[in-house]
Antibody, heavy 120, light 109 residues
Framework: QVQLVESGGGVVQPGRSLRLSCAAS????????MHWVRRAPGKGLEWVAV????????YYADFVKGRFTISRDNSKNTLFLQMNSLRAEDTAVYYC?????????????WGQGTLVTVSS | SYVLTQPPSVSVAPGKTARITCGGN??????VHWYQQRPGQAPVLVIY???DRPSGIPERFSGSNSGNTATLTISRVEAGDEADYYC????????????FGAGTKVTVL
């Protein structure tokens, strides 16, 4: 079965960096695009970024452009999110999710998430 | 950017029907997907392409989409259906490309 396990979250000061990882198993990772989505405390789901399976495209939500970078290592079945210049408003649980296993345009399977807290 | 509007909360008695709306400008022309997120758990896709159910999702969950409103219907509501529900669309003209509604908290009385 599809399994996604995020890691790398923690407490970080404003302006610092953090790198999240998402280890995938149970499907052919190299065939599918992958997303990052977040949920801030008391708020709803918010899409962050997506990267294609072959690296041909990547897109970001406006609020992270220039600060976050999505990448992947298909040889290690792992998705990454490099987060720089972190702000208090980036505090959230970050989820990775598959794209297109069930249907195009959907977030098919999700990990349990990793908590990022930006605070001084 | 494209905005999806959901009611903040819906309350329903066990065994009854819950209807969760998702409003958007001409949303009927888009494909709408719905997610369930129970407290402390990861989101789960429950409806895709307006009305299709992924494998393992009970038939009690159904969806429709027309005009400016999409609707998720949960029939014969059970205690385990208590969760936050989000609608989602893809919008190429939006700053965020993948747009979620703000979510609806379903409370089972």
């Amino acid at each position: 079965q599809v399994q996604l396990v995020e890691s790398g979250g923690g407490v970080v000061q404003p302006g610092r960096s953090l790198r999240l990882s998402c280890a995938a198993s149970g499907f052919t990772f190299s065939r599918y695009a992958m997303h990052w989505v977040r949920r801030a405390p008391g708020k709803g789901l918010e899409w962050v970024a997506v990267k294609s399976n072959d690296g041909s495209y990547k897109y970001y939500a406006d609020f992270v452009k220039g600060r976050f970078t999505i990448s992947r290592d298909n040889s290690k079945n792992t998705l990454f999110l490099q987060m720089n210049s972190l702000r208090a408003e980036d505090t959230a649980v970050y989820y990775c999710a598959t794209k297109g296993i069930v249907a195009a345009g959907t977030f098919d399977y999700w990990g349990q998430g990793t908590l990022v807290t930006v605070s001084s | 950017s494209y905005v999806l509007t959901q009611p903040p909360s819906v309350s329903v008695a066990p065994g009854k029907t819950a209807r969760i709306t998702c409003g958007g400008n001409n949303i009927g022309s888009k494909s709408v997907h719905w997610y369930q997120q129970r407290p402390g758990q990861a989101p789960v896709l429950v409806i895709y392409y307006d009305s299709d159910r992924p494998s393992g999702i009970p038939e009690r969950f159904s969806g429709s989409n027309s005009g400016n409103t999409a609707t998720l219907t949960i029939s014969r509501v059970e205690a385990g259906d208590e969760a936050d529900y989000y609608c989602q669309v893809w919008d190429s003209s939006s700053d965020h490309l993948y747009v979620f509604g703000a979510g609806t908290k379903v409370t089972v009385l």
